[in-house]
């Protein structure tokens, strides 16, 4: 079975533009979480998607933003992109929104110059 | 916010040895885990204790959580060179699989 696959898996963009991150999580799961991680930093949480619905957000932005699809894949949108924003982007998959593993993608490498 | 604290960062063994690291947090939480991460990759899940289990096995693995101390601790029994990773402990406060994660603890395993 396929695991959750992320695309691309590195992108290069400069500063102002915008970007669309990729996701399909494991099949059967309707959960999916978007977590951004720093180099040398913990991934930090950033959007979580049940059945199509944001359940949760964590403290970026609107910059960010993110939606799920009818067959639960999730696109992650950021917009006038800054350095900062230069990180990798991790998309999980659960089989259930509540008190369990996440499955991680191998995650999309982004550089802003 | 990182809620999760790594002790300690940096650890380096000799294949064979035991790796133990712990992990700090500030609030009450639902459940803790242990994720496992190769140069840059995705993380690999290790195990998950919820917040009224006091010790975990998996495999090698061995996890403690003491909720009185906002404290867990992940002991890797008789390490080998395809442990060395980084290690991040992550608190779910809620239940809601909204993860804190730490800054991470860099194991790595001589042969």
């Known amino acids: 079975d396929a695991g959750v696959t992320q695309s691309p898996t590195h992108l290069i963009k400069t500063r102002g533009q915008q970007v669309t991150l990729r996701c399909s999580p494991i099949?059967?799961?309707?959960?999916v979480s978007w977590y951004q991680q720093v180099l040398g930093q913990g991934p930090q949480f950033i959007f979580q998607?049940?059945?199509?619905?944001?359940?949760g957000r964590g403290n970026f932005p609107d910059r960010f933003s993110a939606r799920q699809f009818p067959n639960y894949s999730s696109e992650l949108n950021v917009n006038a992109l800054l350095l900062g924003d230069s990180a990798l982007y991790l998309c999980?998959?659960?089989?259930?929104?509540?008190?369990?593993?996440?499955?991680f993608g191998e995650g999309s490498r982004l550089t802003v110059l | 916010s990182q809620q999760g604290e790594e002790d300690p960062q940096a650890l380096s063994i000799q294949e064979g040895e035991n790796a133990t690291m712990n992990c700090s947090y500030k609030?009450?939480?639902?459940?803790l885990q242990w994720y496992r991460q190769n140069s840059g990759r995705g993380l690999v899940h290790l195990i998950l204790?919820?917040?009224?289990?006091r010790e975990k096995h998996s495999g090698r693995l061995r996890v403690t959580l003491d909720t009185s101390k906002k404290s867990s601790s992940l002991l890797i029994t008789a390490s080998r060179a395809a442990d060395t990773a980084s290690y991040f402990c992550?608190?779910?406060?809620?239940?809601?699989?909204?993860?804190?994660f730490g800054k991470g603890n860099q194991v790595v395993v001589i042969p």
């Open positions: 999980a998959s659960s089989g259930t929104p509540d008190g369990g593993e996440l499955f």
């Open positions: 099949s059967g799961h309707k959960s």
């Open positions: 998607y049940y059945e199509k619905e944001e359940r």
């Open positions: 609030t009450s939480i639902n459940n």
């Open positions: 204790i919820r917040s009224n289990e």
């Open positions: 992550a608190t779910d406060a809620d239940g809601n699989n909204r993860l804190a």
